[in-house]
């Protein structure tokens, strides 16, 4: 049933999306393979806070650039999650700690799955769920700024004598469109995943006071946060990153060339 399921998905891209879905195929695949890279290089003792932002950085690289080659559009994107990756690598470490969502949650020690299993995995807890955060948001925060720089960039080309405030106000603009879908796609999507989570509190009698305690929900909790801060964060980089691409005389100049 899986195989079936896999070889329709695959067969609806190609059909549909042409070359394009060829090349989002391989993009996929590419990135599946440096996701199993990123977890048994984790696996093999090494820290997984910079092995993580490491893999995220080359599969945003492999994303953005692989389908289109390195344009104006393609690198604005890439220097926005990139910053967005600093930004969150550092507070999602400094929170995460703050919080105590390290390790695993009294929930999951008691699920039979874990049950005689050892909970030591002799790494860093908080190195992982900082890394499990970064892990979450890439995709979301790809989507934005590619979001953002495609709708600018067709902007600037009907309207090429915009200057570099103009586009950037542009820019926010399309952004505040696509925030309320975000925020909704990533809520509905963390909800989906935290179903049976949700009905297991409900079976076994949770008060609300505490399920917004327990470390499970808020460690689902604050990926949703992060997500979402991140993706409002890329919208504003991406605007400003590009519109200086597409106004700055120096590199007007060198793309002339």
């Known amino acids: 049933m899986l195989l079936a399921l896999v070889l329709i998905l695959v067969l609806l ?3 549909i999306g042409g070359d394009k879905g060829a090349t989002s195929l391989i993009t996929l695949t590419a990135n599946c393979i440096l996701l199993s890279g990123i977890i048994f290089l984790i696996y093999a003792g090494y820290p997984p806070l910079p092995t993580t932002v490491a ?5 945003s690289a492999v994303t953005l650039f692989y389908p289109e080659g390195i344009s104006k559009k393609s690198m604005a994107s890439f220097l926005s999650v990139l910053i967005v990756i600093v930004l969150m690598m550092a507070s999602s470490y400094i929170m995460g700690g703050e919080a105590n969502i390290a390790g695993f949650s009294e929930e999951a020690q008691l699920e039979d799955e874990m049950a005689g299993l050892s909970t030591n995995i002799r790494t860093d807890m908080l190195d992982v769920a900082a890394a499990m955060i970064i892990m979450s948001l890439i995709g979301a925060v790809l989507d934005a700024s590619v979001s953002i720089s495609s709708s600018l960039y067709e902007v600037h080309q009907n309207h090429p004598v915009m200057g570099l405030a103009e586009l950037f106000h542009s820019g926010i603009r ?10 909704n796609t990533l809520f509905f999507a963390y909800l989906g995943e935290s179903l049976m989570l949700i009905i297991r509190f409900k079976i076994e009698g949770y008060s609300l006071a505490r399920i917004i305690n327990s470390k499970v929900f808020f460690q689902e909790f604050i990926r949703i946060l992060f997500s979402g801060a991140s993706c409002i964060l890329a919208i504003p980089a991406t605007a ?3 519109s200086v691409f597409l106004t700055h005389p120096r590199f007007i100049q060198r793309e002339s060339r």
Do not use: A, H, V
């Open 240 to 242: 400003y990153i590009l």
């Open 174 to 183: 399309i952004g505040r469109d696509i925030i309320g879908t975000t925020t």
């Open 13 to 15: 891209i190609l059909l």
């Open 55 to 59: 893999g995220c950085i080359i599969i």
